[in-house]
């Protein structure tokens, strides 16, 4: 059931409406928690949220436009942006000090021209990039003329200066690239309809983990070192995979029925947590895939329209969900928001910690030392940074 307030829209799920629903082989239920999860929305008080209440700061990155592929990386009190930079057509990463009172740039690099002409395709700025034992790694094409384009790997220490460069001899997509259990880096592809396997710089042979695929959106990459595998949404069967280690080698599971924005983690126990949006049914929900049950709980978190991004993280045993959506006032006026569900109390409040007459075209974020940090594209790309301690100070936005 849908219930509508003068706080907007919410869900109520009593127990006599339950509903069960059956996906991928998998059972998926409403439990008591759901209840008390959804019932949050009660809690409306009417109250305004002054944004400026709120500290945050936020860093211009990019003085131009940049396409939707960049990367948010962090290691140690640095943080990594890597993106392509459409007016010199190069790969550029820009590094930022993490201090006591915000964020400060510290260096910009351009790595590498990545094409030569401005007539530029769907393979621009595609790359991956992941740190590993203090050491960086990045795989992207480079265009090298006519039809032609080179699959580059370039990696170093975080302390070194130098990059090592590499050909992978790979082509396709490029959809993840991962630790795995045995040292290497599995990198995988979407050549055709198949999703492919690699393993640059070793004797391993390639492989076909999934055929008749079309990966669309984000993946979502799982770092654990017992069982290093991503979520994937494929939009040929509509379903969200997991790609996991298993048995010395990597194994596809469809999970759901929706899910091509989405952000998903493991839990300690070893199971799968997701955070998905369904832009039929404007959803946002919170899956929970128990492992040793194989059994899927689904919690619906709230309605958004326009979500294209998604994170959650945990801060004192706490969750906080956090996602873009786009507001339409009375006037049929669009703003454009940056919003957070965070406990308070005895249930969950909603605040919108960013808003803006721009749309905002996709987010990227971490969160470490009770910080929250948040990559953005309005066009140029932005830094912003928010002390989550500073919530429970300030009046909260009605959900």
């Known amino acids: 059931?849908?219930?509508?307030?003068?706080?907007?829209?919410?869900?109520?799920?009593?127990?006599?409406?339950?509903?069960?629903?059956?996906?991928?082989?998998?059972?998926?239920?409403?439990?008591?928690?759901?209840?008390?999860?959804?019932?949050?929305?009660?809690?409306?008080?009417?109250?305004?949220?002054?944004?400026?209440?709120?500290?945050?700061?936020?860093?211009?990155?990019?003085?131009?436009?940049?396409?939707?592929?960049?990367?948010?990386?962090?290691?140690?009190?640095?943080?990594?942006?890597?993106?392509?930079?459409?007016?010199?057509?190069?790969?550029?990463?820009?590094?930022?000090?993490?201090?006591?009172?915000?964020?400060?740039?510290?260096?910009?690099?351009?790595?590498?021209?990545?094409?030569?002409?401005?007539?530029?395709?769907?393979?621009?700025?595609?790359?991956?990039?992941?740190?590993?034992?203090?050491?960086?790694?990045?795989?992207?094409?480079?265009?090298?003329?006519?039809?032609?384009?080179?699959?580059?790997?370039?990696?170093?220490?975080?302390?070194?200066?130098?990059?090592?460069?590499?050909?992978?001899?790979?082509?396709?997509?490029?959809?993840?690239?991962?630790?795995?259990?045995?040292?290497?880096?599995?990198?995988?592809?979407?050549?055709?309809?198949?999703?492919?396997?690699?393993?640059?710089?070793?004797?391993?042979?390639?492989?076909?983990?999934?055929?008749?695929?079309?990966?669309?959106?984000?993946?979502?990459?799982?770092?654990?070192?017992?069982?290093?595998?991503?979520?994937l949404f494929d939009a040929t069967s509509h379903r969200l995979y997991l790609i996991r280690w298993q048995n010395k080698s990597f194994i596809a599971e469809p999970i759901f029925n929706f899910g091509e924005v989405h952000y998903a983690e493991y839990t300690n126990e070893g199971d799968l947590k997701v955070l998905a949006y369904d832009s039929t049914s404007k959803t946002l929900s919170f899956l929970e895939k128990n492992t040793a049950q194989n059994m899927l709980t689904s919690i619906p978190v709230t309605l958004s329209q326009g979500t294209n991004s998604v994170f959650f993280f945990y801060w004192e045993n706490n969750i906080y969900f956090l996602f873009n959506e786009v507001i339409i006032d009375r006037k049929m006026e669009k703003s454009y928001r940056l919003s957070l569900i965070f406990p308070e109390d005895d249930g969950f409040k909603k605040k919108y910690i960013f808003e803006s007459s721009a749309p905002i075209n996709k987010f990227k974020a971490l969160f470490f030392n009770q910080t929250l940090y948040i990559a953005f594209i309005q066009e140029n790309l932005k830094l912003m940074s928010l002390d989550i301690s500073e919530l429970t100070s300030v009046n909260n936005h009605d959900l």
Not at 100 to 106: E, R, S, T, V
Not at 164 to 178: F, N, Q, T, Y
């Open 1 to 231: 059931m849908v219930l509508v307030s003068s706080c907007g829209w919410f869900w109520l799920h009593p127990a006599g409406i339950l509903r069960m629903v059956a996906s991928c082989g998998l059972m998926i239920k409403a439990s008591t928690g759901i209840i008390l999860f959804s019932l949050l929305s009660l809690a409306c008080t009417g109250e305004r949220y002054n944004n400026n209440q709120l500290h945050t700061q936020i860093i211009d990155l990019s003085e131009t436009p940049v396409d939707r592929q960049f990367s948010l990386n962090g290691s140690g009190s640095e943080l990594y942006v890597l993106y392509p930079d459409m007016e010199s057509l190069s790969l550029k990463l820009s590094i930022l000090s993490v201090e006591q009172n915000g964020i400060a740039p510290k260096e910009t690099f351009y790595l590498d021209r990545i094409s030569y002409t401005p007539e530029i395709d769907f393979s621009f700025g595609q790359h991956l990039y992941l740190i590993l034992n203090g050491q960086q790694h990045i795989f992207y094409y480079d265009s090298e003329g006519e039809g032609k384009k080179v699959l580059k790997w370039i990696n170093k220490d975080l302390s070194e200066d130098t990059w090592r460069i590499d050909i992978v001899s790979s082509s396709g997509k490029l959809i993840a690239a991962i630790n795995t259990n045995h040292g290497s880096i599995a990198l995988f592809s979407n050549l055709g309809k198949s999703l492919i396997l690699d393993f640059p710089g070793s004797d391993i042979h390639r492989e076909i983990i999934l055929n008749n695929v079309s990966p669309r959106g984000d993946v979502s990459i799982l770092p654990d070192d017992r069982t290093p595998g991503f979520t």
